[in-house]
């Protein structure tokens, strides 16, 4: 059993605690679902909690967030020291939306609001890269794209140094990025279910979306596919790949 610590930066919309849980039970449901076994520890690093020792856990995830990395908290210094600290320790580290822009910045790129505005509900990212963690799931043809929920306006634009751009799409270029066999991370988030999904566009958040973006995004809803479980399932094999190398 993987004990993976998960890096909480925001809790979630308040609306949809009661019926969903915080971003933290998401990712716990997410995991649960592949094969392989983990046990949690969370960190509220959004209230200045971080571990002790980084020996407490042998892998790491970062949550999504309603902050922008550039909003320059004092608790997002720490999390990108942590993060440079991981990354010259090879240790494995996943980071979705809010968590794959922090690790980018804090690695070198440049992370701010798209301008070409909102990405939302279910979007599709083109592969050009074959990761070891895909494990092609039992077929032999590689895989060509995945679609998975995206709630965001920031995106990393530039590449830092070290990465490599495993996925894309055309109003996210950036949207996959991984270093070496230890660091992985999604702008979409594979933990947003679709009812979830279904539900967080439609909760009063004190955000006006575009319509032109909204609408196609709660037709597409309940329309195309969604790959949550099966990124999930690399999300995990990527883990326990990174556990065994280090």
Not at 27 to 44: K, Q, W
Not at 66 to 92: C, F, N
Not at 171 to 190: E, K, M, S, Y
Request: charged letters at 20%.
């Amino acid at each position: 059993m993987i004990t993976l610590g998960i890096l909480i930066t925001d809790n979630g919309p308040a609306p949809l605690l009661e019926q969903h849980g915080n971003f933290a039970d998401l990712f716990e449901r997410l995991l649960n679902g592949s094969d392989v076994a983990f046990e949690y520890r969370h960190y509220s690093v959004i209230d200045g909690e971080f571990p002790a020792s980084l020996d407490e856990c042998q892998a790491w995830l970062i949550t999504g967030s309603a902050h922008g990395v550039y909003d320059d908290l004092p608790w997002m210094a720490s999390l990108k020291t942590l993060i440079r600290t991981l990354h010259e320790q090879h240790s494995p580290l996943v980071g979705i939306c809010f968590g794959h822009q922090i690790i980018a910045e804090a690695l070198g790129a440049q992370v701010e609001k798209f301008s070409g505005g909102w990405n939302l509900g279910i979007k599709a990212y083109q592969v050009s890269e074959q990761l070891p963690c895909f494990g092609n799931d039992g077929v032999s043809e590689p895989v060509t794209q995945f679609a998975i929920s995206a709630i965001h306006q920031d995106q990393v634009l530039t590449v830092p140094q070290g990465a490599r751009v495993f996925a894309s799409a055309p109003r996210c270029a950036n949207a996959g990025l991984v270093w070496g066999d230890h660091i992985l991370t999604f702008q979409g988030h594979p933990e947003f279910y679709r009812q979830y999904e279904q539900d967080l566009l439609t909760a009063d958040l004190g955000v006006a979306f575009p319509d032109e973006e909204l609408q196609p995004a709660l037709e597409g809803l309940a329309e195309d596919a969604l790959d949550d479980r099966k990124v999930g399932q690399w999300i995990a094999r990527f883990i326990q790949q990174g556990v065994a190398e280090k």
